[in-house]
């Protein structure tokens, strides 16, 4: 089977924009599900609500879309209720870390075996761009009219510090890395957490100096450095680009996890 | 002024000039125009405000709740799953008697998902002790803002209120409003003046246990400041009438009823089609009025009653269903009229969206004529 029998092409045309980053990220992970070799009736898909989470129903498995932020819960519920489920949540950045976030800490604090896919575009993207916990700070939203004013999270410390086995940041930009990363993902018990960057043209770049889709990937290719280069360069007092996205494993360990198929 | 105005800007314009002093929300599509306007205007300091970007609408009506105790004007808004993420918290905004208003844009709620109309949301509501206001179009939606401050904050009431607006439909539709102005809404509502506020020199506790011995009467109590505020709705209606030509004194709305033989009973924007309806019904011959409800909270029973009890029958339309009953507002009817002979027919009608046009209004009453009732109008049995 090849990633592309994974699309539920009765489904199409699909919902998002010309230039939205979220397709590339579905690609990543169905590639990395194809390189699983996990089958079709083995393998759910669970998400909330908004762009990033009408990704399940493009795809041909099983699937729950959700209420807004409640992924995770119900993802526990369904991991918990049949463990020889590979079970994949796509979430937003809203969705994961405003209404969610609680789900959020609960999930990677008992390590649950799920791989969470974030796509983060940094904004409600679904309701019509307002300023999300991942908007940064100063960038312009409907609801920021002059920048954003309060300070951003960083979803993958987050997770870190929740106790999540697995935590990884890559971008729409970086195909290869993305596929891979969700790949290791998977393959690592315990909670996975893979959070991908991605352009949303329509409500965040158009309003934040990012004329074209390509304006706002360049960005993402140019202001990400290896998070060990990073600390490196840092160590070394070089220049790296301002703002800097660290993106690379943030971490790969062992803690114990729950609902691991034995 | 007379404006052409989208009916969410309206709405925005006029919480503006109701001046609130804090305001927490979190977007949900059809609300999401309303707050986009007010985060504006506390951006552009055209309104003096904290305008709260919380994280769910759980944090947003409790942010309004502390806000309010502590002493402020405080609104917010939203819809359908938003809504019933904050029914914990609306039941504590009534128990501990805070005043907030809460514009609600009617839209179904899931499974399915559906962003569109009906107006299940607000009640499912209708037991947690928020007053709820109808509005048929974009006026009557603006101008009930102002009296839902006026009602809620009245000393003798203190009680949060719903305006209710159906989502798309009224929200997202340019219409001409007559705004009044700044100067206007100031005489019209003056600040606000908090009964009883969190103050360290004078402390009081909001929302303590209550021992079985004390629970009944704080329900009761509640039960009975509903009830006081159908006059103050009246008394706060009849000011604005005076004061601007709009008349909101009456809990209903009558519409060519008076030699009716059949009766409709709506809430919401759907009495505009029902009213077109009822003309072309009367033109050919046919006598047929409309009862409109604009307070579903405290439901006017007495008023129900007086108006329909000439009719020959009634037919309810319902955007929303009490699954395994009927829908909410025949049953407030059939108990009104209890005791009278007046058959009451309900149509659960418009849910999810579902376009609602003259004709299906003729044929709704064809229905009750042949004393055809209690269904789904409209269902798609081929779909089943
Ligand atoms: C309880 C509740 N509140 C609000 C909404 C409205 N809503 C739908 S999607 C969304 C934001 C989605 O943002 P994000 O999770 O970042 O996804 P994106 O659309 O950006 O991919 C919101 C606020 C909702 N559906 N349910
Ligand atoms: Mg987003």
């Not at chain 2, 009229?337 to 058959?343: E, I, K, N």
């Amino acid at each position: 089977m090849t990633y592309q029998e994974w699309f539920r092409e009765d489904r199409l045309p699909h919902i998002y924009c010309t230039g939205c980053g979220n397709g590339t990220v579905i690609n990543c992970t169905l590639m990395a599900v194809d390189e699983m070799g996990w089958k079709k009736e083995d393998t759910a898909f669970i998400s909330g609500i908004g762009c990033s989470s009408r990704a399940p129903g493009y795809i041909v498995t099983d699937s729950l879309h959700t209420t807004h932020g409640r992924a995770l819960a119900f993802a526990t519920g369904v991991k918990l209720g049949n463990p020889d489920l590979h079970v994949v949540v796509f979430t937003g950045d809203g969705d994961l870390a405003a209404i969610g976030g609680n789900h959020f800490i609960h999930a990677c604090r008992r390590n649950i075996d799920l791989t969470v896919v974030c796509m983060n575009n940094q904004i409600y993207g679904m309701t019509g761009g307002q300023g999300s916990p991942t908007t940064p700070m100063g960038a312009l939203s409907t609801t920021t009219p002059y920048g954003s004013a309060e300070p951003a999270f960083d979803l993958c410390e987050l997770a870190m510090a929740a106790g999540a086995n697995y935590v990884s940041r890559w971008t729409s930009y970086h195909v290869k890395e993305l596929t891979r990363a969700v790949l290791t993902g998977m393959q690592t018990p315990g909670l996975s957490f893979i959070e991908a960057l991605v352009q949303c043209p329509t409500n965040y770049g158009r309003r934040n100096k990012f004329k074209q889709v390509l304006d706002q990937v360049e960005f993402m290719r140019s202001h990400t450095v290896l998070i060990q280069k990073l600390k490196r360069m840092e160590e070394q007092g070089e220049k790296f680009p301002d703002p800097v996205i660290p993106v690379g494993e943030f971490v790969r360990r062992n803690r114990p996890a729950l609902g691991v198929k034995v | 002024m007379m404006e052409i105005m989208e009916g969410s800007h309206a709405v925005a314009e006029a919480v503006k000039q109701c001046r609130p002093e804090v305001i927490a929300a979190y977007p949900i599509t059809p609300q999401t125009h309303i707050v986009e306007a007010l985060a504006d205007m506390v951006a552009d300091c055209s309104l003096d405000c904290e305008y709260i970007t919380v994280e769910s609408e759980f944090s947003a009506l409790s942010a309004c709740l502390g806000a309010s105790a502590a002493g402020s004007r405080v609104y917010s808004a939203t819809t359908s799953q938003g809504l019933a993420l904050m029914f914990e918290v609306c039941y504590n905004v009534a128990g501990m008697r805070l005043p907030i208003v809460m514009s609600i844009v009617n839209r179904s709620l899931g499974a399915p998902l559906s962003i569109w109309n009906d107006q299940q949301d607000s009640i499912s509501l209708r037991d947690s002790g928020w007053l709820q206001y109808y509005a048929e179009d974009n006026q009557e939606a603006t101008d009930l803002h102002y009296i839902a401050y006026k009602v809620a904050e009245d000393h003798n009431i203190l009680l949060p209120a719903f305006v209710c607006f159906d989502g798309f439909i009224l929200s997202h539709t340019y219409e001409p409003v007559d705004m009044i102005t700044q100067e206007q809404a100031d005489r019209y509502l003056p600040a606000f003046k908090p009964y009883q506020k969190l103050d360290c020199r004078d402390p009081i506790s909001f929302g303590m246990y209550a021992t079985p011995d004390y629970y009944l009467e704080f329900r009761y109590e509640i039960d009975q400041a509903m009830k006081r505020s159908a006059a103050v709705f009246e008394k706060a209606g009849k000011e604005f009438f005076e004061m601007f030509g709009r008349d909101y004194r009456s809990p209903v709305e009558e519409y060519r009823l008076d030699d009716a033989d059949t009766a409709i009973v709506a809430m919401g924007s759907i009495c505009g089609t029902v009213k077109d309806a009822i003309d072309e019904m009367r033109d050919a011959g046919k006598k047929v009025g409309l009862l409109k409800i604009r307070t579903f909270r405290p439901f006017p029973s007495a008023e129900v009653k007086s108006a329909l009890s000439g009719v020959s029958r009634v037919a309810v339309l319902d955007k929303n269903i009490s699954l395994g009953a009927k829908g909410a507002v025949a049953l407030e009817i059939k108990d009104a009229l209890y005791g009278s002979q007046v058959p009451v027919l309900d149509y659960i009608i418009a849910l999810g969206g579902r376009d609602v046009r003259r004709k299906d209004i003729r044929e709704v009453v064809s229905n009750a004529e042949a004393g055809i009732g209690d269904l789904f109008y409209g269902l798609r049995t081929e779909v089943l």
